[in-house]
């Protein structure tokens, strides 16, 4: 069964940072790539940023050069450091994992139930 397990956000100042974190326990499946997305009332979820098991990295124009995701293999765990942060930010954060149940299984997407980070002025 695979779970996944959010923290961080909360409510923080423009110009403020925040540190999202996402633990996957995925058994004895493979990770291939985590990440998180963000869904902002009234618009379509959005990529923020990702990251494969060998250490590729993939932004969003809106998170190039202020956010940065990083990973602990080893605790199969995810970080987003978010900097410089707008009242545009504004949004529940979900991380997913995409991973394989075998070899040859070409992957599937879990999702986690979001955190809600506010950026107020």
């Known amino acids: 069964q695979v779970m996944l397990t959010e923290s961080g956000g909360g409510l923080v100042q423009v110009g403020g940072s925040a540190r999202l974190s996402c633990a996957a326990s995925?058994?004895?499946?493979?990770?291939?790539?985590m990440g998180w997305h963000r869904q902002i009332p009234g618009k379509q979820r959005e990529l923020v940023a990702e990251?494969?098991?060998?250490?590729?990295?993939n932004y969003s124009s809106s998170a190039e050069g202020r956010f940065t995701i990083s990973r602990d293999a080893s605790k199969a765990t995810i970080y987003l450091q978010m900097d410089s942060l707008k009242p545009e930010d504004t949004a529940v954060y979900c991380c997913?994992?995409?991973?394989?149940?075998?070899?040859?299984?070409?992957?599937?997407?879990?999702w986690g139930d979001g955190t809600l980070v506010t950026v107020s002025s």
């Open positions: 990251i494969s098991s060998d250490d590729v990295t």
């Open positions: 995925t058994g004895r499946f493979t990770v291939k790539a």
């Open positions: 997913y994992v995409f991973y394989a149940t075998t070899p040859w299984h070409n992957g599937m997407i879990y």
